[in-house]
């Protein structure tokens, strides 16, 4: 079972959404459930709480399906304007891809993991702690 915030589902959909017709490909990574205040899971479940946003800091071209300029993460949010929704071969080789397509909306997100198996994905309604931004 995968875990996401509601938070970060929404911001994904209205990125995708604001993107479209254009594909969007966005690096996604977790917090241990315990870090988020609310969550009743095992504290060591990782859910998918942040993002890094697509473009920043110049980052490079997609290499074989890798943004090498995008640290390490824990799971790849990519958006198909035309479908499917399903990973395809131009997609991340993350071990979790989260694929969504239009309308943009809940009922067209899913999970999958390297080999396109669909996952099962739970959205929570916790937040995590608020970080200030320290430029």
Do not use: N, W
């Not at 824990?74 to 399903?86: A, E, Q």
């Not at 993350?94 to 669909?118: I, Q």
């Amino acid at each position: 079972m995968l875990y996401l915030t509601r938070g970060l589902v929404t911001v994904l959909l209205e990125m995708a959404s604001d993107r479209d017709p254009e594909s969007l490909t966005v690096a996604l990574v977790t917090q241990p459930a315990g870090d988020l205040d609310g969550c009743t899971l095992d504290p060591a479940q990782p859910v998918f709480t942040e993002f890094y946003l697509p473009d920043a800091a110049g980052s490079l071209d997609a290499v074989f399906g890798m943004d090498i300029g995008t640290p390490d993460s824990d799971g790849r949010f990519v958006s198909h304007p035309d479908g499917p929704l399903d990973v395809t071969v131009t997609d991340d080789f993350h071990s979790v891809v989260f694929v969504a397509v239009p309308p943009y909306d809940r009922d067209s997100l899913a999970a999958f993991d390297r080999s396109g198996t669909e996952l099962p994905l739970t959205v929570l309604d916790v937040e995590p702690d608020e970080v200030p931004f320290e430029g």
